[in-house]
């Protein structure tokens, strides 16, 4: 098994900035797929990327549109999404997520295991 912590998330200006992080324990992180996904009130769960068990993989959801980087430190046991140019609809609570066979998929029922979520906030 995993644990998740996610941390990072925070109140910010439209367009503007964040760095989530999400570090797990034990000493098999190397061996999981990652994945970020994110939940608006009212809204399902949404894919927003996925980090293969090195950084030379990586899927994102297509409203990302590059404005976020998913990277992976496997000696640190973290993986990181980059934030950039964000907007309102961008708020929602940050899940980072861990699935121990191979794919970069989409599906939150896909994941085994989940962090508690960090909210993200984007104000206009």
């Known amino acids: 098994q995993v644990q998740l912590v996610e941390s990072g998330g925070g109140l910010v200006q439209a367009g503007g900035s964040l760095r989530l992080s999400c570090t797990a324990s034990g000493r098999t992180f190397s061996m999981y797929y990652m994945g970020w996904f994110r939940q608006a009130p009212g809204k399902e769960r949404e894919f927003v990327a996925a980090?293969?068990?090195?950084?030379?993989?990586?899927h994102y959801g297509d409203f990302v549109k590059g404005r976020f980087t998913i990277s992976r430190d496997n000696a640190k046991n973290t993986v990181y999404l980059q934030m950039n140019s964000l907007n309102p609809e961008d708020t929602a609570v940050y899940y980072c997520?861990?699935?121990?066979?191979?794919?970069?998929?989409?599906?939150?029922?896909?994941?085994?295991?989940w962090g508690q979520g960090t909210q993200v906030t984007v104000s206009s």
């Open positions: 997520a861990a699935r121990g066979l191979p794919g970069l998929l989409v599906g939150a029922t896909d994941y085994a295991y």
């Open positions: 980090i293969g068990r090195s950084s030379h993989t990586a």
